[in-house]
């Protein structure tokens, strides 16, 4: 029951402790988010918690403790905090879509008959996010992504995703024409996929545009188009955010460049644009891996336990440490 619909007035000095339990709440939520987009998962984790121990209903704290387990490849503790979310907060298309993303890393890496009744669980997920929120673009984007992926016997198919990137068209035009452009690469035209990818950046000329536009000249081998384009996102990242980190990804998938792809991970993990979209810890590990392909072990060494020092029990990083 909400404090208004009380049938008598609260004492005063009770309001004042309950104002100031929510606030301290408030800020705890606040600063687990930031340790968890600064990639500190380890302390992100120990102060949800704590917070949790006291609001075990907290549905943000459960979706934040669900992103901390997904940053670190944790599916089966990451779909246990988000479906925690989604249970106290059902109308929270946030939580309906961190659940699916979670849903969908386990499917990612599960056996075939396991990995079907878990898109399943993605599909649902994401329809619902968009249903509850339909100006939750990266949710519609998730799902036009599922649509041009899955077949159509689980919910899959590029009908719906046509229509969905109609709708997205008014008010997300960037993001439409870049659905427009998976589904031209699903049926094989290059050239319709190329304009619309130009288009999306046309749109807003946004990093995130130039990096899909980088990654298709990449897979099509016209490594110049792609440097220019993964530049022209460089230079319009204004934040020093995960696009640079996309963007180093990009140049060493290619083998391509890999001073600048170094420099652009430093950058990254030297700026103030860091989120949990890009993980410091998975960039200081990737870092650390084109350290050693360049044959600065001492540096890949560091980048290792800098790694581990946000993430102590990420597998990746203590591996390589083991092996550097």
């Known amino acids: 029951m909400s404090l208004s619909t009380r049938p008598f007035r609260l004492p005063h000095a009770f309001l004042l402790a309950l104002l100031f339990t929510t606030s301290f709440l408030a800020a705890d939520e606040t600063q687990a988010n930031a340790l968890l987009q600064q990639g500190r998962v380890d302390e992100a984790a120990a102060m949800l918690q704590d917070l949790l121990a006291s609001q075990p209903n907290n549905a943000l704290a459960h979706q934040l403790f669900c992103r901390?387990?997904?940053?670190?490849?944790?599916?089966?503790?990451?779909?246990?905090?988000?479906?925690?979310?989604?249970?106290?907060?059902?109308?929270?298309?946030?939580?309906?879509?961190?659940?699916?993303?979670?849903?969908?890393?386990?499917?990612?890496?599960?056996?075939?008959?396991?990995?079907?009744?878990?898109?399943?669980?993605?599909?649902?997920?994401?329809?619902?996010?968009?249903?509850?929120?339909?100006?939750?673009?990266?949710?519609?984007?998730?799902?036009?992504?599922?649509?041009?992926?899955?077949?159509?016997?689980?919910?899959?198919?590029?009908?719906?995703?046509?229509?969905?990137?109609?709708?997205?068209?008014?008010?997300?035009?960037?993001?439409?024409?870049?659905?427009?452009?998976?589904i031209a690469e699903k049926k094989k035209d290059s050239a319709a996929a190329e304009a619309e990818y130009q288009a999306a950046v046309a749109a807003g000329k946004t990093p995130e545009a130039y990096i899909d536009l980088g990654d298709f000249y990449k897979r099509h081998n016209q490594t110049d188009k792609m440097l220019e384009a993964l530049r022209s996102a460089v230079a319009a990242d204004h934040r020093k955010g995960p696009p640079l980190v996309d963007a180093a990804t990009t140049l060493s998938d290619a083998h391509s460049s890999p001073q600048l792809a170094i420099s652009l991970l430093r950058t990254y993990l030297a700026a103030s644009g860091k989120t949990d979209g890009a993980p410091a810890f998975k960039v200081h590990l990737q870092l650390g891996g084109l350290l050693a392909q360049s044959g600065d072990t001492d540096g890949a060494h560091n980048e290792y336990l800098a790694a581990l020092s946000l993430a102590s029990n990420y597998v990746p990083a203590r591996k390589a440490l083991q092996g550097s």
């Open 68 to 182: 901390v387990y997904y940053a670190q490849e944790k599916a089966d503790p990451a779909i246990h905090e988000c479906e925690l979310a989604v249970a106290n907060a059902p109308d929270s298309s946030e939580d309906h879509m961190w659940l699916a993303r979670a849903y969908g890393y386990k499917a990612a890496h599960a056996s075939p008959f396991s990995a079907l009744s878990l898109a399943v669980k993605v599909h649902n997920a994401f329809e619902r996010a968009v249903q509850l929120d339909p100006e939750n673009f990266q949710a519609m984007s998730d799902l036009g992504e599922y649509y041009v992926a899955a077949p159509s016997m689980i919910g899959g198919g590029t009908d719906k995703a046509q229509a969905l990137a109609a709708r997205m068209q008014p008010s997300f035009p960037a993001q439409s024409h870049r659905l427009l452009a998976l």
